[in-house]
């Protein structure tokens, strides 16, 4: 009953730099879905003292994402701040990578002016975005670079709240929340399950499939 499972398809010219990758979205900013060509990708330089991204970019910064999709580091500052700056020196998307272990991050804020489109990965998935984007350089022309890009796809391999063999996933964050861990569906479930940590909108009061999978669950651990 879990849907295809939307995912970040890069694509690039250097041999094992393609991949897809799991992503979240953002609370600021235009609506993303599937189908979504969000464009080439591009690094900024790393601030250790300010937050990268969380001030306006230099020359040398704007210069590498004006029209690309700028992959940013997540930390010291809220993401719509990062969005915010990346926009304002031209780019066309944003990247916001994980700086910690574990999933893509929720990307919460608010800023009406924030017109370009922003997602999530996590902490590897980020560092494989930027592999993918220095693999790239060699495999274009003499005049222009090879680029890696990045568009919204759905991969009919996964499901959306499950593992790779379809297994649905509980819910763990890092640290454990109590009372909440490993006792509810993980939040990447879609459609929405009854019994996420969260109430969402589109939930009814049907608790076997295909409107949720609760029932199931409390007969395989022998209720």
């Known amino acids: 009953m879990l849907t295809a499972q939307p995912v970040l398809k890069i694509a690039s010219p250097a041999p094992g730099s393609a991949g897809l990758y799991s992503y979240n979205t953002a609370s600021f900013g235009p609506t993303v879905a599937t189908g979504l060509s969000l464009g080439a990708l591009a690094t900024i330089k790393a601030d250790t003292v300010n937050g990268q991204g969380c001030l306006p970019f230099d020359a040398a910064d704007t210069a590498a994402v004006t029209g690309k999709v700028a992959v940013i580091d997540r930390g010291t500052c809220g993401f719509a701040v990062k969005a915010k700056n990346a926009q304002n020196a031209g780019a066309i998307g944003v990247i916001i990578a994980n700086n910690a272990a574990g999933s893509a991050p929720g990307l919460g804020g608010t800023d009406a002016s ?93 608790l076997v499939p295909p409107k949720d999978l609760t029932v199931p669950l409390l007969k395989d651990i022998g209720w």
Request: glycine share 8%; hydrophobic share 40%.
């Open 114 to 206: 924030i017109v370009i489109p922003t997602v999530s990965v996590s902490q590897t998935d980020g560092a494989a975005l930027r592999a993918a984007i220095t693999a790239s350089v060699p495999y274009g022309t003499r005049g222009k670079p090879g680029s890696a890009s990045a568009s919204l796809a759905v991969d009919p391999n996964r499901r959306a709240g499950a593992d790779l063999a379809g297994r649905p996933l509980l819910y763990t964050p890092n640290p454990l929340i109590s009372g909440s861990s490993v006792s509810h569906w993980d939040v990447s479930a879609t459609p929405n399950l009854l019994m996420e940590p969260n109430i969402s909108r589109d939930l009814g009061t049907v």
